[in-house]
């Protein structure tokens, strides 16, 4: 909502701290990412999950993976307010392959890139983005096969080439700093 009357929290507000809440983090600003916050791809369907029933709206309507298309308080709340007067449902993104975990200190650096299992989340790498001590942005590459994005039996080099058109998108050249477990 644009601006709070006294007493009263914006839509902003309110998804700030049901967030905020889930993580144990305190109420997180409008311009926070819930990834960056702590959040990962376990507790972002907790999170939708209770966005939908704080404003009264449906899986329909509100996704899960609108977390990673809208993932600050802000953002969510202008799709939840759009929603809730009568505007029909976003189309999302097919869904959003790379996910930053944790911004880094030094925008000039390259990132480093977390490899989700296939199949998997980026869940496993929770406390490793926490731990890590380094200036550079921590981004988690997601499997598109979570949201139909990859067909189960593709081959193994048609899956990676999903995984390098992304990390190239975010950045063209090397070095590339990769982080994968098996």
């Given at each position: ?39 990962t ?10 966005l ?71 869940g ?59």
């Amino acid at each position: 909502s644009a601006g709070a009357t006294a007493g009263h929290a914006t839509t902003a507000d309110e998804v700030g701290t049901i967030w905020g809440t889930l993580l144990a983090a305190g109420p997180l600003a409008a311009d926070v990412s819930f990834f960056e916050a702590g959040g990962t791809s376990l507790t972002a369907f907790a999170a939708m999950h209770r966005l939908r029933e704080a404003f009264g709206l449906d899986r329909g309507q509100l996704p899960d993976q609108a977390i990673y298309q809208y993932p600050t308080p802000g953002a969510m709340a202008a799709l939840v307010d759009r929603l809730r007067a009568g505007a029909a449902p976003a189309s999302l993104a097919e869904g959003q392959v790379l996910v930053s975990l944790r911004g880094g200190a030094d925008p000039a650096l390259p990132p480093v890139f977390l490899i989700a299992s296939a199949g998997g989340t980026l869940g496993a790498y929770a406390k490793l983005a926490k731990a890590l001590r380094t200036p550079r942005e921590i981004i988690g590459v997601r499997d598109p096969y979570i949201w139909g994005g990859r067909e189960a039996t593709c081959g193994f080099r048609a899956w990676i080439d999903l995984d390098l058109a992304a990390i190239r998108q975010r950045q063209l050249r090397g070095p590339y700093h990769i982080v994968a477990y098996s």
